[in-house]
């Protein structure tokens, strides 16, 4: 099983990025899809939740507006379109695969951003 997260980066206050998380090893039409961040010093929190066939969407108030999470089950690969970035989104940010149905939950091993001008 592998999860590989891309994209991150620095970016100025007010800038976007787009995050994707490829996977591979498991059957990703399956899994409950999300992004995960952690800043330091304080707990990894949930970011955004997207359903197994990408009909549900569930985001922190702080990101609503402005992240926008989708998948493509043709590549196996989760998104998450971050716009008008605040420096308190700074964090790294982890891909978070969960079965729809049993116990199996794979981590990716994160990707920093950081948002400074």
């Known amino acids: 099983v592998q999860l590989v997260e891309s994209g991150g980066g620095l970016v100025q206050p007010g800038g976007s990025l787009r995050l994707s998380c490829a996977t591979s090893g498991f059957t990703f039409s399956s899994y409950i899809m999300s992004w995960y961040r952690q800043a330091p010093g304080k707990e990894r929190e949930l970011v955004a939740r997207?359903?197994?066939?990408?009909?549900?969407?569930n985001y922190i108030d702080s990101v609503k507006g402005r992240f926008t999470i989708s998948r493509d089950n043709a590549k196996n690969t989760v998104y998450l379109q971050m716009n008008s970035l605040k420096p308190e989104d700074t964090a790294v940010y982890y891909c978070?695969?969960?079965?729809?149905?049993?116990?199996?939950?794979?981590w990716g091993q994160g990707t920093q951003v950081t948002v400074s001008s």
């Open positions: 978070n695969a969960k079965h729809s149905l049993f116990a199996y939950n794979y």
């Open positions: 997207i359903g197994s066939v990408g009909g549900s969407t």
